[in-house]
């Protein structure tokens, strides 16, 4: 229990930041609704938005989470300033120059990328995917800065990145909206300038902890052993980070042909995922691969497995009752969120129909970023990236066959079917580790996990009873109360139903989170 207290106390702080960066981040989505809506328009800045961001995926986090932070902390653990600077100046050459040339190739092949999507406005689609790319150089760099940030459990500022980026997006959204052909524009203008104040934020914490590094010779940058251990650990991740990416393609490919409005319909539904994902799940596995590869390299396996087992049991206490009441009330969210403007009845039906099927799979999703970074500490990059690759071949042949009959939800049922194969995988490859006791916590686990499904279905009981006369009671207000009111009532009824049912049975994971919070 210390060490469930321990995570939470770490990543509190994260979390509140993060929980500032997904409100916004919805905040954004809900200015892009209001003023794009499910037009062809937003389909364009969904896709010129998603191409640098793929590949920011791919090599800017992708690289950090995995093989930098565990390689970095084997130099600290070391303890040699010169070593340490060499390390972070060489890696920092390579990083530049690569990425460099990533956004220039980029801005290049645009218009060969951008004809796959099926995109109305392709010409759009093109000058917004090429007004973009350069956010990748920006936020690979801000990725360098909060691994090294990260490595000495410095958290809050890698948590502030995010919430200058959305900030500004929105700001330039509605203020720069007339000056431009098309608010699709002033959004991306915005987008360029977060990335660049992302980096920016985060540089001078770099150097207030005594971190500092300078260009040095591509040829020694590449020759660094730090440099090469991590093209070493990294390589085998590309190729499985290539497929879960290629993932988003092929899927906003196939929903691109699908019709005008999936790709925005599935954006958003995906905003809405990724409001739980970030405030909880991204925090405790960024908070939990510093500490995971430190006992690693210490050898502090039981340590390792409580930390391990602690954050699985976190995941599923808070994602199980969300899902459940998200499902229950999904129409009400999007109505409240969304409508409005240029969202309408349309726009609501097929978000709603992606959300249906999107949300079931965030509990495997966000176990996935838990058990991912069991791997990265151990410097084991090739287990994941099998995982990943099989989960990609299962997401895209079901995406190609339920896309015709579901459109949209097609494709949001086969992402969240494919997350859940991931997470079977992953835990049947840690289980290869001898020194992980993952077999003798997986019954536990899965009791724990069925016990708070079971908890939670008896919750929404209440939920779907009262929720339709509650809607009609203030069906004649505002959107915002019609909706809004209905679903804090009902939210704080689901609330109190489950904890009654954890508290009646001294469930021992939520005592000791409330004892610490009231401390």
Not at 166 to 179: H, Q, R
Not at 318 to 327: E, Q, V
Not at 417 to 431: H, K, M, P, Q
Request: proline share 5%; aromatic share 12%; charged share 10%.
């Amino acid at each position: 229990m210390s060490n469930s207290r321990s995570l939470v106390r770490h990543g509190s702080i994260l979390s509140l930041l993060t929980l500032g960066s997904r409100v916004l981040g919805l905040l954004r989505e809900m200015a892009k609704a209001s003023l794009l809506g499910t037009s062809a328009l937003s389909d364009a800045f969904s896709v010129a938005f998603l191409i640098p961001n793929l590949f920011r995926r791919l090599f800017a986090e992708g690289s950090i989470s995995v093989a930098f932070i565990p390689t970095f902390k084997e130099y600290l653990l070391e303890n040699n300033p010169v070593r340490i600077r060499e390390f972070l100046s060489c890696f920092f050459t390579f990083l530049t120059f690569f990425v460099t040339l990533a956004v220039m190739a980029g801005i290049i092949l645009t218009p060969i990328l951008v004809p796959i999507f099926g995109m109305e406005a392709f010409d759009e689609t093109i000058f917004l995917t090429r007004l973009m790319f350069p956010f990748l150089a920006f936020i690979s760099l801000a990725a360098f800065f909060q691994g090294i940030l990260n490595s000495v459990h410095v958290f809050a500022p890698s948590g502030l990145a995010p919430i200058l980026l959305n900030a500004v997006t929105i700001l330039c959204a509605y203020g720069l909206s007339p000056f431009t052909q098309n608010p699709a524009r002033a959004m991306a203008i915005g987008v360029f300038i977060g990335g660049f104040l992302e980096a920016a934020i985060q540089f001078p914490f770099v150097i207030k902890k005594g971190y500092p590094f300078f260009f040095t010779g591509l040829k020694r940058a590449i020759r660094n052993p730090g440099t090469r251990k991590v093209l070493r650990l990294v390589g085998p991740t590309i190729i499985g980070m290539a497929a879960y990416q290629l993932n988003d393609l092929v899927s906003t490919a196939l929903a691109g042909n699908a019709g005008e409005g999936v790709v925005s319909s599935l954006q958003y539904s995906l905003r809405l995922q990724e409001l739980i994902l970030g405030v909880f799940a991204v925090s405790i596995g960024t908070v939990l691969l510093p500490d995971l590869a430190e006992q690693a390299k210490s050898a502090r396996w039981e340590l390792y497995n409580e930390r391990l087992v602690s954050a699985m049991n976190i995941i599923a206490l808070i994602t199980i009752p969300i899902t459940f009441f998200s499902l229950a009330q999904g129409n009400a969210l999007i109505r409240l969120l969304f409508q409005g403007r240029s969202f309408g009845e349309t726009s609501v039906r097929l978000t709603l129909s992606a959300f249906t099927f999107h949300m079931p799979g965030l509990f495997f999703i966000a176990l996935n970023r838990i058990l991912a970074p069991a791997f990265y500490a151990q410097s084991d990059s090739k287990s994941p990236t099998l995982a990943g690759i099989i989960s990609f071949v299962v997401n895209i042949v079901l995406a190609t066959l339920l896309v015709g009959p579901l459109r949209g939800a097609g494709i949001a049922l086969s992402l969240s079917l494919a997350s859940a194969v991931n997470t079977v995988l992953l835990v049947l490859f840690l289980r290869k580790n001898p020194n992980i006791a993952v077999g003798k916590a997986l019954k536990p686990a899965l009791l724990y996990t069925f016990k708070l499904i079971f908890f939670s279905a008896l919750a929404v009981l209440p939920v779907v009873w009262i929720n339709p006369r509650l809607s009609a009671q203030f069906a004649d207000q505002g959107r915002f109360i019609a909706h809004g009111l209905p679903l804090v009532i009902t939210a704080m009824i689901y609330g109190a139903v489950g904890l009654f049912f954890l508290f009646i049975t001294r469930d021992q994971l939520i005592r000791g989170i409330i004892k610490m919070i009231h401390r």
